[in-house]
């Protein structure tokens, strides 16, 4: 392992408290922000730049969700209460979206409850029920491979409480493509300690690296991901017998988190260097119910192929 390693494990602790105070207090204001503003968890607010610029906005995404998913157009609503049942309109998402995939989560806990995708989608319903305990939760939603008119849909509870449908721009996540600017040296020392932890991966439990770095994301959801230094490139071989069965996402971030760039993968892929340290990270998606059960077999490699090269295989 290399020196300058050695020499960052005290930043990088440093910085590992550093995010776990963030990560609370922002949590807990947020939480105060939201039970202050009611009107704000009965209405979809959809990953924006307008949203961004409402109160405590990044700072939240940046300590809950900081791998953005820049290759779906994201809604989030609540938490709302419920006592034994949530209901969604399921021809609405039908209507904008030829992928998707809609989690509930606790609140305040977001522990992923139940999800609902297209895999699991029944045609003959208009909307989908979901049966839950008496309690507090928040909805998220993904839409991958939007239409035109895209809508996030009406939401109700037992609780005689509606949330209505809103409707969003196609070009909702064009914010993406300059969101890197917001890099300084406060988020940078938020996740400093991320790209020494990849350095230390095989001293370290996976289990851990895996908590640290990956999003919440739904159970259908795979992920293969590592670090980059400035000069590496990266190679992603993915076999033709998975290319058909699987849409494979390909980010970047930058060692701050935020998004460099990002693509489909739909064949094999030489990336260029990102020319400064960052991640990389592959959301594997099943494109059907016999997909999904093949997940289990799938597995990933890592290689150094020389100084400058890694080399990824999904196999």
Not at 132 to 150: D, M, S
Not at 159 to 188: G, H, M, V, W
Not at 239 to 260: G, H, I, V
Not at 265 to 292: F, H, K, Q, V
Request: aromatic residues 14%; proline residues 7%.
């Amino acid at each position: 392992m290399a020196l300058k390693t050695w020499l960052e494990i005290p930043f990088a602790i440093l910085s590992f408290s550093f995010y776990k105070i963030n990560k609370f207090v922002i949590g807990n204001l947020y939480t105060l922000y939201l039970s202050r503003n009611k009107k704000n968890t009965k209405e979809w607010r959809i990953i924006s730049e307008d949203l961004l610029k409402k109160p405590l906005s990044l700072s939240v995404l940046m300590t809950k969700a900081p791998r953005w998913n820049t290759n779906a157009i994201i809604g989030t609503l609540g938490p709302i209460s419920v006592e034994k049942e949530l209901t969604i309109n399921l021809d609405t998402i039908r209507a904008s979206t030829e992928s998707w995939v809609g989690c509930v989560y606790d609140f305040p806990g977001y522990k992923t409850v139940t999800d609902f995708t297209p895999l699991n989608d029944d045609p003959s319903q208009s909307t989908l029920k979901i049966s839950l305990p008496t309690g507090k939760y928040t909805v998220g939603l993904r839409y991958y491979h939007a239409k035109e008119n895209i809508c996030f849909p009406i939401v109700n509870t037992d609780t005689d409480l509606e949330i209505p449908e809103l409707q969003a721009s196609p070009q909702i996540n064009d914010f993406y493509k300059t969101l890197s600017q917001k890099t300084n040296f406060y988020f940078r020392c938020l996740h400093y300690y991320l790209f020494t932890i990849f350095k230390l991966r095989n001293f370290l439990p996976e289990s851990f690296v895996q908590y640290e770095f990956l999003p919440v994301g739904a159970t259908d959801t795979q992920f293969f991901f590592g670090c980059l230094d400035p000069s590496e490139s990266l190679e992603i071989k993915i076999p033709e017998k998975w290319r058909s069965p699987f849409d494979f996402y390909l980010n970047f971030y930058n060692r701050a988190s935020f998004p460099l760039s990002w693509q489909k993968l739909t064949e094999d892929t030489l990336c260029e260097p990102l020319n400064e340290e960052g991640y990389y990270l592959i959301r594997m998606r099943p494109n059907s119910p016999e997909a999904a059960k093949m997940m289990a077999q799938i597995s990933h490699k890592e290689i150094n192929m020389s100084p400058n090269q890694k080399q990824l295989i999904i196999q």
